[in-house]
């Protein structure tokens, strides 16, 4: 969508080649941070209350417009979708439907529209449409989840990699969004109802068009937007080369928790202006600039809460904001909510974002159900430790030091599966002189004098043949690099 005030640049009608495959980057936190209210951050991952949760939470489960939640195409027969002809067929029509999409789908330069009453679920962790999808006016009631949305990339048709327009009652949901000609994920012109979770949002090229999300398209849209624009933001990862808007909300009342930052360069992170009140609350933001502020003159409210600050820089604009005031707090959400503390983000956002959803012939639960957990994702780490299958066992595991200071440092662990899945998993080493372990997450541990293990968490337990998963730890002392065992029952 064109911002305000307008900055879009000039596009091209051809697509350039596809953009690199798709990864769900499983990184650690970084244990040194400033914190602006009292967080535990001894706690793991494990015990939060949403770990690769897959239940829909926020904005889209509130009445309004005449639905009462957003259930996509509920308990239709699920249908197996692999090329864009039968996408392009069902995803259009006035009929109920749960579309499984297989493989890839290139959409070419122009975005696949999807109708009212339809759920869009990816089959595994590859799924992929590259191109872009469309939500237009009038249009409602619509889930889309578990699947790659690969951008055309700067200057491109479609110029937005997910976008809606004049819709409501919204979840797009364990999504991995990169590379956008405009933005990742535009939600304008009175779009309401409306929670995005569990996303990975990132780019691969430095170009200067690199933008997450718009709520609202401009700061002069009250013809459409005066009370509407009301959208959650939760468990999202704003990763590399993002610029800016993660997101950009005006108008609306938001809500943005337990959300990871880690877009070095960055311009800003969070943005509100233009009559949006919103609640920033236990985000983990770290290497990132302006990690939230306002926008424009017209007036606005920001309440931050739990947040931690990580080697960050610039604005954390809160309280009033704007000229002339005369907008309330946002702090009280209209939905039941669990947060978790946000020194447990990097945790558990990175091993769960993007799409974690096992291959299933299946329906998706509908909001009102209550799904399992998520398996963990297949992707590697990346950039991560070259972890070479198993000679004969049932897994390996690789060691890397992430960051180090003065008496501690912090380390990650890939756990891989070897040529059969495994259902549990046990990481064993032994620590060097004057070394201790203060924190793990991803893992339970437990340790005997210098005998360190590590075991699997419930989000994390299965890994498929050939696949990985993570966890990170905090350790005083030295770094050193241990000789580690793993093992499956």
């Not at 509920?74 to 297989?102: C, E, F, H, W």
């Not at 409602?140 to 937005?160: E, K, V």
């Not at 780019?203 to 700061?219: D, E, I, Q, W």
Request: aromatic residues 8%.
């Amino acid at each position: 969508m064109t911002p305000y005030p307008s900055d879009s640049a000039p596009r091209r009608r051809l697509r350039s080649p596809a953009a690199l495959a798709a990864a769900v980057t499983l990184t650690a936190a970084a244990a040194l941070a400033v914190v602006d209210v009292s967080v535990p951050l001894g706690s793991t991952p494990a015990a939060a209350a949403s770990a690769c949760d897959d239940k829909l939470v926020g904005w889209a489960t509130v009445a309004g417009s005449g639905l009462g939640t957003t259930t996509g195409g509920g308990n239709a027969s699920p249908q197996t979708i692999n090329n864009l002809a039968d996408l392009k067929r069902y995803a259009t029509d006035s009929t109920p439907r749960v579309l499984r999409i297989s493989g890839t789908i290139d959409t070419g330069t122009s975005a696949v529209d999807i109708a009212s009453n339809k759920t869009l679920v990816g089959v595994d962790a590859n799924a992929t449409i590259d191109g872009g999808v469309n939500i237009a006016d009038g249009r409602s009631n619509i889930i889309i989840r578990n699947l790659n949305l690969r951008g055309a990339g700067s200057g491109n048709y479609p110029a937005d990699t997910a976008a809606a327009r004049g819709s409501h009652h919204l979840w797009f949901d364990h999504l991995n969004i990169w590379d956008a000609g405009d933005g990742l994920l535009d939600l304008t012109r009175g779009s309401d109802f409306i929670t995005v979770s569990w996303v990975k949002f990132w780019y691969t090229n430095a170009h200067p068009h690199r933008f997450a999300s718009l709520v609202s398209g401009g700061a002069d849209h009250d013809d459409t937007d005066v009370g509407k624009q009301n959208a959650t933001f939760h468990h999202n990862w704003f990763a590399s080369l993002v610029d800016q808007r993660m997101p950009r909300m005006l108008y609306g009342k938001g809500h943005v928790y337990n959300n990871y930052y880690t877009a070095t360069g960055n311009t800003y992170a969070v943005g509100v202006g233009s009559l949006a009140s919103v609640l920033v609350e236990n985000n983990y933001f770290k290497d990132t600039k302006n990690p939230h502020q306002f926008m424009y003159d017209r007036p606005s409210y920001i309440t931050a809460r739990g947040n931690i600050y990580d080697n960050t820089s610039g604005k954390r604009d809160s309280g009033a904001g704007g000229i002339g005031g005369g907008v309330t707090p946002f702090t009280t959400p209209s939905y039941g909510y669990t947060p978790d503390s946000a020194g447990n983000v990097p945790g558990i956002v990175s091993s769960c974002a993007g799409p974690t959803l096992s291959g299933t012939s299946d329906p998706l639960p509908t909001p009102t159900s209550s799904p399992s957990p998520s398996p963990s994702p297949t992707s590697s780490p990346t950039p991560a430790p070259t972890t070479p299958p198993p000679a004969g066992g049932a897994c390996g595991a690789s060691y890397r030091t992430t960051g180090s200071w003065d008496g501690g440092w912090q380390g990650e662990v890939i756990v891989k599966a070897g040529s059969a899945a495994i259902n549990g998993w046990t990481v064993k080493w032994t620590l060097g002189g004057g070394q201790s372990i203060t924190q793990v997450w991803g893992g339970t541990l437990s340790t005997s004098g210098s005998a360190v293990t590590v075991r699997n968490v419930d989000y994390n337990r299965s890994v498929p043949a050939g696949g990985s998963t993570t966890f990170g730890f905090i350790g005083t002392g030295t770094p050193s690099s241990p000789s580690l065992t793993c093992t499956s029952p």
